[in-house]
């Protein structure tokens, strides 16, 4: 799917907060009526559950995954005699965009064994971060990123909707692919506005509204965004002086980028060396 494909090339821009993190246990006759504010991801760890959601049923059996979007009202059945599960609530956001999950069809259940390496990962980690282990807050964090990660795998590979039944969203990111693909084999040189918004085929004031958007922040915050990162990426891999990256991400010496750096990264890029 070229919407999530496109996903993965912002993940640097990516955003994760966790909230709650919990395991319940329900007997036969539990039923549950919500509608939850934030993303709500589900790991079917015993029993079954069986699900009513706009209008269509599903059943989520022993080690699958139910995803479920904010905002949308759900009736949650036991399907067994007894049920357990692990849920997180969470919130993904690019820049100021809350809501980048919801312009893709990936609400709904996730087949356990699509996504079995990555499951057996996140509840170990889990089940350390319930005994309060060390850093056991971050691991959980980390592995939810990478559950993620694994359901937009997942749904990648389904058969891919016609552009037409693209969800608003997903076709403003498809659009601005050229432009985001242009940053980023230019990032030693200057780019302007004006010649991102050509590549869309816009005019610059449309395309400066377009762009933040879609994406939640603006192409020069964006642009410094993957210049940062790319300087961080060269930075561990030790391969360049100062001098030599700073010229690399498009800058003209090494204070200026040394400056900009430090008050992106909050700390000096010397600290990576």
Known sequence: MQGLMLLNQLADELQLRLGAC??????GRWVERKIHSDYDLWLIDEGSVDLEVAGGQQRANEGDLVLFYPGVYYTARAGSERCKLIYAHFQLSLGNNRDILRQFPLMGIVPGSAVRREIGH?????WQYRRREAMSYLALKGELLTLLAAVLKYHSRQPRPAPETLSPGVQQLV????????????????????????????????????????????????????????????????????????????????????????????????DFL
Do not use: C, W
């Open 22 to 27: 919990h395991r319940q246990t329900h007997d």
């Open 122 to 126: 996140f509840r170990t980690v889990f």
């Open 175 to 270: 659009r601005l692919q050229p432009v985001l693909g242009h940053v980023e084999q230019n990032l030693h040189k200057r780019i302007p506005v004006r010649e991102m918004a050509d590549l869309a085929d816009m005019s610059e004031k449309y395309f400066l509204s377009y762009f933040k958007k879609a994406l939640g922040i603006t192409p020069g915050q964006y642009v410094l965004q993957r210049r940062m990162a790319k300087a961080r990426e060269h930075l561990y891999q030790r391969r360049f002086s100062i001098k030599e990256l700073a010229a690399l991400v498009g800058y003209s010496d090494s204070y200026s980028f040394s400056k900009a750096f430090k008050k992106h990264h909050k700390l000096p890029p010397t």
